[in-house]
């Protein structure tokens, strides 16, 4: 996303024949499901792909009922790996399955996840990794793969030919999957003390950050504006105390920590403006933002602690924004006509310039609040620190596309949007512009 105005984002870069008679006599069940992939992802999948998910689904011959069962299933632990070899994460790509194919493949996709996790020892799997795999609450309880068809037909009310089905569709659906920038090392090749490595308790005080999340989402329940004001003040001075330190610390010998990355999704409606947000949000926490349109996400780059503070700050404001924008849609404008899309899109624009302006304001007295407490000049040891995120997003992404969001249509979307950017909490806002 854009680094240099307002409303200005980066983009990262981001393909038929004829079709396919169906699988040969004498195919074996991996050839089948092969041969039926290659026709979904080629788009010349005609009547050929029916007549591969028949032939896989059948059980007169016990053999090949469960040949298929294993072969399906080894095929779903294959793309897996080919995904992670691409960069992609548990968390996006089962997200990104759920968009293209929708939920009965999104758990498909995290059953082939949860698989492929257990194939390898906890001690060789990043725990930001095992933990995207256990927020999927899946239980690989189809064996070796011989049940696995007759699983998703009954954890999804499916006849065994759709389950087949589904089945092909997700592992074609990973085939196609782009390359990203890895920001997590795949299950096997994690090392503690290995660059890009997680260091959490080192990095981040996971009991600071609980309470800045309790803190935040009672500021975005409660009823109580000046409560929320006063939630949202008390997280803010955990945040920033707890940013100063870790940059201090930072300067001492062998203390020096990496910038990384991390992708946080961005989803329609009004996406481009809710990208627009997370711009802001990480340009005043020292981070950068790198839109993948297409692909309904965004990288964050920065130091970790920074890094998961826009993830909170990001996911707080949107809920503030969403509800907000509710509140003002339900009643019409000053023309009398219903609040739509218009309406909407020129809240959103409004709400997220808005929020950036005030998360620069603030952070310019938090930096001088700061500054007297310690006595230390926090500039150059922040301006060193961006610098550092500069360098890694541009070994990252290289030449990166610019472009300006639309303007806003609706005044009066416009106008509530920022009346609801005032009143916003901050409460996991950060410092320094």
């Known amino acids: 996303m854009g680094k240099k105005g307002r409303g200005r984002q980066r983009r990262a870069a981001g393909a038929p024949t004829a079709a396919w008679a169906g699988p040969e006599a004498g195919a074996s069940p991996a050839e089948v499901v092969s041969g039926a992939v290659d026709a979904l992802v080629s788009g010349g999948e005609g009547g050929g792909v029916d007549l591969a998910a028949a032939r896989l689904a059948d059980t007169e011959d016990r053999e090949w009922a469960d040949a298929a069962g294993r072969a399906l299933l080894a095929a779903l632990l294959d793309a897996a790996a080919s995904a992670w070899t691409r960069g992609w994460q548990p968390a996006e790509t089962v997200r990104q399955v759920d968009r293209v194919l929708g939920p009965v493949a999104a758990a498909v996709c995290a059953d082939a996840v949860t698989a492929d996790l257990e194939r390898h020892s906890p001690a060789t799997v990043d725990p930001r990794w095992a933990e995207q795999v256990r927020g999927f609450g899946v239980k690989a309880s189809w064996g070796r793969g011989e049940g696995y068809p007759a699983h998703v037909g009954a954890e999804h009310g499916l006849l065994r030919f759709e389950a087949v089905d589904a089945v092909l569709r997700v592992l074609a659906a990973l085939r196609v999957l782009p390359p990203l920038r890895r920001l997590c090392p795949p299950p096997g090749a994690y090392r503690p003390g290995r660059p890009g490595a997680a260091r959490r308790p080192e990095r981040v005080d996971a009991g600071k950050l609980a309470r800045v999340r309790a803190l935040l989402a009672k500021a975005e329940s409660t009823e109580f504006p000046q409560e929320a004001e006063a939630l949202s003040a008390r997280a803010q001075e955990m945040m920033a105390r707890h940013s100063i330190d870790r940059a201090l610390l930072a300067e001492g010998p062998g203390e020096s920590e990496a910038a990384s990355g991390r992708r946080l999704p961005v989803d329609a409606p009004y996406d481009e403006h ?106 150059p040891v922040f301006a060193a620190r961006e610098r550092e995120v500069e360098a890694a997003v541009a070994e990252a992404f290289g030449e990166l596309t610019y472009s300006r969001v639309r303007g806003p249509y609706s005044e009066d979307g416009w106008v509530e949007g920022r009346a609801a950017a005032d009143a916003a909490s901050l409460g996991s806002r950060r410092h320094l512009p």
């Open 274 to 379: 809710k990208a627009v947000l997370l711009h802001e949000v990480a340009e005043a926490n020292h981070c950068r933002a790198v839109w993948h349109q297409e692909l309904g996400l965004c990288t964050v780059m920065g130091f970790p602690g920074d890094v998961e503070a826009v993830d909170l700050m990001f996911t707080s404001l949107l809920v503030q924004a969403e509800t907000a924008m509710r509140a003002s849609g339900s009643v019409r404008d000053r023309s009398g006509r219903a609040a739509g899309k218009a309406f909407r899109a020129s809240f959103m624009s409004a709400f997220s310039v808005r929020v950036g302006e005030r998360l620069v304001e603030t952070a310019r007295a938090a930096e001088r609040a700061a500054q007297a407490e310690t006595g230390t000049d926090l500039v």
